[in-house]
């Protein structure tokens, strides 16, 4: 899939290509002495619902955050939509607007209400008085008022975030999110803490938001259940290394880096793995 679409005088004005990340060999360390990934490589095509499993420590966060460009890796290559993420890089610094980041911990301001909550996700459109002083134009009121019904948060624009449910508060993180108009969505374990239920609403969401945007969407999370039954493709990281990386497809589970197994032979393969 390349599309490349043409302005009226003929010049090339977007190129899209399939592949949305790619990761090359990297590695990272946050005391130069231990690695906290050790040679990763992943590729994911654009619009793929991508989640990557793992154990606590194994450096699920840690990758999310290279994608984010909040770390830079000791070696290796990253792009995001062939930019290579860094912080402190103006390139990147200019579409990291597209990245919607959603922290484990949710990153919601507690004492300000829903709505202003949500509209923090257009901060990065305002021009520097409107941000200066969060002035909001109408349409943008607008916006947020739509995504707000869209995660099913109506009526409860104006309560304070720390009013809410565990919930309520992860739809106002995605809501955040979808505001900036991403093209990628991350996600830390926004679902691990909910009850069955509650989580796959959220989950739904997503997946909703996802074909409604075109987005990318790459989660973490700890339950390897719940990550094959929503994701397109599923990395398994373990000791900072990707042990596997397995795809559903129709009834079967494809592994993209072994060969082919059952489901069974997957999730006796995890369950194991679980109790080491
Ligand atoms: N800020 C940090 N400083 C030092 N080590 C860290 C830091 N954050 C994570 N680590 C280490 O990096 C490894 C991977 O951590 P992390 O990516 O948070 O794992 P996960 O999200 O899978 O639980 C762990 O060994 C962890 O102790
Ligand atoms: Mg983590």
Redesign the pocket.
Known sequence: MKQIQMTKNSSFSLISTKKIIQMNDVWTS??SK?F?LEGINMSIDRGTNYAIV??????????L?LLNGMMIPSKGTIKVDYVTPNMNDKKFKKMMHTIGYIPQSLGLIKNVTVIENILIGALPRLNKIQSMFKKFPENEIKEAKRILKLVGLSGKENRKAYMLSGGEKRRVAIARALMQKPTILLA??IVSELDHVTAREIMDLIADAQKRMNLTAIM?HHDMQLALEYANRVAV?KD?QKILEIGVEGDTIVDFQTGNMTTEEIKEMYANDSQK
Do not use: F, P, R
């Open positions: 946050y005391d231990n906290a793992g154990q606590s420590g194994s450096g699920k966060s840690t990758l955050k830390d374990e973490v990281i900072g």
